[in-house]
């Protein structure tokens, strides 16, 4: 394969290409999916291919196969001049990439034990038994288990003398009880909603989330939904759980900062964004207590990773800082348009696919106050968590969430349950409403493994942490 990728960015500039980058790819993912005791699904997808990005004339052209011989990659080094100076021919500005990246590395990520050694009967036998323990409870008409492992092998380089070996290795697993009454259906899930929760991690992940001891807990919450007050309209304050945060992280943060969507370059899928260029270390994005890092450096963050899909190596990067807004996420090419240089965020789903501006592990950074204290510390608001549903504009600005769960909190306990909890807001005036944050005791990762972007639609893994936060005068419920 080192061969091969040689004498095809040989290849490329003999072709004219000013600049030329190969990814060669090698993936293996493994998915178990489980139902009311019955194994419903079983799959070992095998895939490899390779993509090259070439600079022609100041402008880009991409080109893949499945196909890893030299024949091949001649044909595609072609298409991706062609394309390359059919986009030229429209361009309103060259591409300029900035300072070269030059490394030659490998990287793998740190793994206790290899989620593919384990033994499909022992995978299996788990899932059950967590499934077992949620359908014992009287309600529950569905109970839902899942586990999924990626091993990804990527050859990176380029004609600016990078050669770069990764392997990545993700482990991630979830539950879902869902209890039914004549009128309504309830779920609840664990660890996180949407299928599982995920890591760059092997498979002591796995056995680290304590699927059956959490399973027979979570099908009684649900069952318990179906009788729970209603979430009630009005303004208070809101606290939020972790796995929350880390979703409003995402979506209200976590996209407003790629640079590719402020200047307009990803806009049809995935938006705009609200936070414009003069914004840049003059925006108070929240409170003073607001401090957001983005970090593709963090052990075990589902966007962790060696280097990105540019050959830019893994970075932490600050974000909002006191509450101002000082850095985006960006690329070679769009760094360069505000005097800076790559902090890694350019990653592709799969080898067929063109890379772009992603999140890493975007996070806020843990506060002084531990749970317990927090909640005794308000006389009066409502505890959320877990993602329900979620809606927010294309510039990132105006939201709204559902939550699974929710309780009272009154004179400084939590109380009643609540069921079809939701709140909204405004993004800079939400943060700006932030007064407290949860110590690093209660900080964790949390993976999204399903963020969309771009056209073709791409999904990438990506990370965030957080521990619970309280908001004031939040509106919650449904508007009137």
Same mark, same amino acid.
């Given at each position: 394969?080192?061969?091969?990728?040689h004498?095809?960015?040989?290849?490329?500039?003999?072709?004219?290409?000013?600049?030329?980058?190969?990814?060669?790819?090698?993936?293996?993912?493994?998915?178990?999916?489980?139902?009311?005791?019955? %194994?419903?699904?079983?799959a070992?997808?095998?895939d490899?291919?390779?993509?090259?990005?070439l600079?022609?004339?100041?402008?880009?052209?991409?080109?893949?196969?499945?196909?890893?011989?030299?024949e091949?990659?001649?044909?595609?080094?072609?298409?991706?001049?062609?394309?390359?100076?059919?986009?030229?021919?429209?361009?309103?500005?060259?591409?300029?990439?900035g300072?070269?990246?030059?490394?030659?590395?490998?990287?793998r990520?740190?793994?206790?034990?290899?989620?593919?050694?384990?033994?499909?009967?022992?995978?299996?036998a788990?899932?059950?038994?967590?499934?077992?323990?949620?359908?014992?409870?009287?309600?529950i008409?569905?109970?839902?288990?899942?586990m $999924?492992?990626?091993?990804e092998?990527?050859?990176?380089?380029?004609?600016?003398?990078?050669?770069?070996? &990764?392997?990545?290795?993700?482990?991630g697993?979830?539950?879902?009880?869902?209890a039914?009454?004549?009128?309504?259906?309830?779920?609840?899930?664990?660890?996180?909603?949407f299928?599982?929760?995920?890591?760059?991690?092997?498979?002591?992940?796995?056995?680290?989330?304590?699927l059956?001891?959490?399973?027979?807990?979570?099908a009684?919450?649900?069952?318990?939904?179906?009788?729970?007050?209603?979430?009630?309209?009005?303004?208070?304050?809101?606290?939020?759980?972790?796995?929350?945060?880390?979703?409003?992280?995402?979506?209200? /943060?976590g996209?407003?900062?790629?640079?590719?969507?402020?200047?307009?370059?990803?806009?049809?899928?995935?938006?705009?964004?609200?936070?414009?260029?003069?914004?840049?270390?003059?925006?108070?994005?929240?409170?003073?207590? %607001?401090?957001i890092?983005?970090?593709?450096?963090?052990?075990?963050?589902?966007? $962790?990773?060696?280097?990105?899909?540019?050959?830019?190596?893994?970075?932490?990067?600050?974000?909002?800082?006191?509450?101002?807004? %000082?850095?985006?996420?960006?690329?070679?090419?769009?760094?360069?348009?505000?005097?800076?240089?790559?902090?890694?965020?350019m990653?592709?789903?799969?080898?067929?696919?063109?890379p772009?501006?992603?999140?890493?592990?975007?996070?806020?950074?843990?506060?002084?106050?531990?749970?317990?204290?927090?909640?005794?510390?308000?006389?009066?608001g409502?505890?959320?968590?877990t993602?329900?549903?979620?809606?927010?504009?294309?510039?990132?600005?105006?939201?709204?969430?559902?939550?699974?769960?929710?309780?009272?909190?009154?004179?400084?306990?939590?109380?009643?349950?609540?069921?079809?909890?939701t709140?909204?807001g405004?993004?800079p005036?939400?943060w700006?409403? /932030?007064?407290?944050i /949860?110590?690093?005791d209660?900080? &964790?990762?949390?993976?999204?493994p399903?963020?969309?972007?771009?056209?073709?639609s791409?999904?990438a893994?990506?990370?965030?942490?957080?521990?619970?936060?309280?908001f004031?005068?939040?509106?919650?419920?449904?508007?009137?």
């Open positions: 394969m080192k061969e091969l990728a004498r095809a960015l040989n290849l490329a500039q003999l072709k004219g290409a000013a600049y030329g980058d190969i990814r060669i790819i090698h993936l293996v993912t493994e998915r178990i999916d489980v139902k009311n005791g019955v %194994v419903e699904g079983l070992l997808h095998r490899q291919g390779f993509g090259m990005r600079l022609v004339d100041g402008a880009w052209g991409f080109a893949s196969s499945s196909l890893l011989t030299l091949e990659v001649e044909r595609v080094i072609a298409q991706a001049v062609e394309i390359a100076k059919a986009s030229a021919l429209v361009k309103r500005e060259g591409v300029e990439l300072p070269p990246e030059v490394h030659k590395d490998t990287y990520t740190p793994v206790k034990i290899d989620p593919f050694s384990i033994p499909l009967e022992e995978k299996i788990l899932l059950l038994a967590a499934d077992g323990e949620m359908r014992k409870v009287k309600g008409a569905v109970a839902e288990s899942g $999924t492992f990626i091993k092998a990527q050859i990176f380089a380029s004609t600016e003398g990078s050669y770069i070996e &990764q392997e990545i290795i993700e482990s697993a979830g539950l879902e009880a869902m039914t009454s004549e009128d309504e259906v309830q779920t609840r899930s664990y660890p996180n909603s299928g599982r929760h995920q890591a760059t991690a092997g498979y002591e992940f796995i056995e680290s989330m304590g059956v001891e959490n399973a027979q807990r979570t009684e919450e649900a069952v318990a939904l179906l009788t729970a007050k209603q979430c009630p309209s009005g303004i208070t304050t809101l606290i939020l759980g972790g796995s929350q945060l880390a979703l409003q992280v995402h979506e209200s /943060c996209h407003p900062i790629e640079l590719d969507r402020v200047m307009g370059m990803e806009a049809s899928y995935a938006g705009t964004s609200f936070l414009t260029l003069e914004k840049l270390g003059h925006f108070q994005y929240g409170s003073e207590i %607001v401090n890092t983005a970090d593709a450096t963090l052990p075990g963050g589902l966007g $962790t990773f060696g280097y990105d899909d540019e050959g830019v190596p893994a970075q932490r990067t600050p974000i909002v800082k006191g509450g101002l807004f %000082v850095g985006y996420l960006t690329s070679r090419e769009t760094a360069t348009k505000i005097g800076q240089r790559s902090n890694g965020a990653r592709a789903d799969g080898w067929n696919r063109i772009l501006i992603r999140m890493t592990n975007i996070n806020l950074e843990p506060g002084e106050w531990t749970l317990e204290d927090l909640i005794a510390d308000t006389e009066e409502i505890f959320m968590d993602n329900k549903s979620w809606s927010i504009d294309d510039k990132r600005l105006n939201f709204q969430f559902g939550t699974e769960i929710a309780y009272e909190i009154k004179k400084g306990k939590l109380g009643a349950l609540l069921k079809n909890a709140y909204t405004i993004t005036e939400f700006g409403s /932030c007064d407290a /949860c110590k690093r209660h900080w &964790q990762i949390w993976g999204t399903n963020c969309g972007k771009g056209q073709p791409q999904s893994h990506v990370g965030h942490g957080a521990s619970p936060a309280r004031r005068n939040v509106r919650v419920g449904v508007m009137r």
